[in-house]
């Protein structure tokens, strides 16, 4: 479904909302801002964050001008450090509308990064290197999330969202990417306690497939295993790899139709 495609029809809508998008400045969550805009109202806020300053001011400035109504706001920070969570922590209470005017509070944690994918599980002695992976993939995740589902009170109407970009490797281990598949697992699980514990919190693990960007390639040069190099090269040659824009698309369809089961992790192959 994409914004327009039936004239004459009501489209559905995300209604008002707010917004927070991290990992926003490239890749996927660059795609995904620019496909979820058309369906915000106006006066919805959009709150994107990444470590890139520049890119995130492009971001904003090219939502701004093909969506006027939308309120566009971008914070760089660095999410792996407590300073950098607390400037996101801080941007956005700051940029949150009156909460008597939403009718959605919509968090979507995409920041994540591979980890040093060189590695072997027995090569990883050094908890400063453990700890500083976590504390960006799981850690701030958990604590962005938490704390902003508590600066919004409850209020009727209100549907909170939350959205964790997941992958196939929270399910599947793959050789020397023990930080990766072990974050994602984690996400993966974490997420799935918010949905048990607040049932009035819509809750989905996406994962988008595997996607054509920096990452990837990453993938394809600096896994230590020559078995899971190979499969990689073999995905791009094939020409396998998902355009990112493609995916975003089946993560708004999924938020614009709202009928998963909270908590589920879904593939971008199973819809």
């Known amino acids: 479904m994409e914004a327009g495609d039936t004239a004459g029809k009501r489209q559905p809508s995300l209604g008002k909302t707010a917004c927070i998008l991290t990992g926003a400045s490239r890749g996927f969550g660059r795609s995904l801002a620019l496909l979820l805009a058309p369906w915000l109202e106006a006066g919805s806020v959009l709150i994107l964050v990444a470590r890139s300053r520049e890119a995130l001011a492009e971001l904003e400035d090219e939502l701004q001008c093909r969506f006027p109504g939308l309120k566009v706001s971008s914070v760089p920070a660095d999410l792996s450090t407590e300073d950098g969570l607390q400037v996101v922590l801080r941007g956005v209470q700051d940029k949150l509308p009156g909460a008597e005017d939403l009718e959605r509070l919509l968090i979507i944690n995409n920041a994540g990064s591979l980890g040093d994918l060189s590695k072997s599980f027995v090569d990883f002695t050094s908890p400063a290197e ?21 600066a919004v009170p409850e209020h009727p109407g209100l549907c909170k969202t939350v959205v964790n970009i997941s992958s196939l490797c929270a399910l599947k281990p793959f050789k020397s990417w023990t930080l990766y598949c072990t974050g994602k697992a984690s ?3 974490m997420f799935q306690v918010l949905a048990l514990e607040k049932p009035d919190v819509r809750v989905v693990n996406y994962a988008p497939g595997p996607l054509d960007t920096e990452m990837q390639q990453l993938a394809r040069t ?47 192959y199973e819809i």
């Open 130 to 150: 453990v700890n500083s992976y976590f504390a960006f993939n799981v850690t701030s995740a958990l604590c962005l999330t938490s704390s902003i589902l508590n």
């Open 222 to 268: 600096k896994s230590g295993d020559p078995e899971v190099r190979q499969q990689f090269l073999n995905m791009k040659y094939s020409g396998q790899l998902l355009d990112c824009r493609v995916s975003a698309q089946k993560l708004v369809n999924l938020l614009l139709e709202d009928t998963f089961h909270s908590g589920a992790h879904i593939d971008f």
């Open 187 to 189: 996400r993966d699980m």
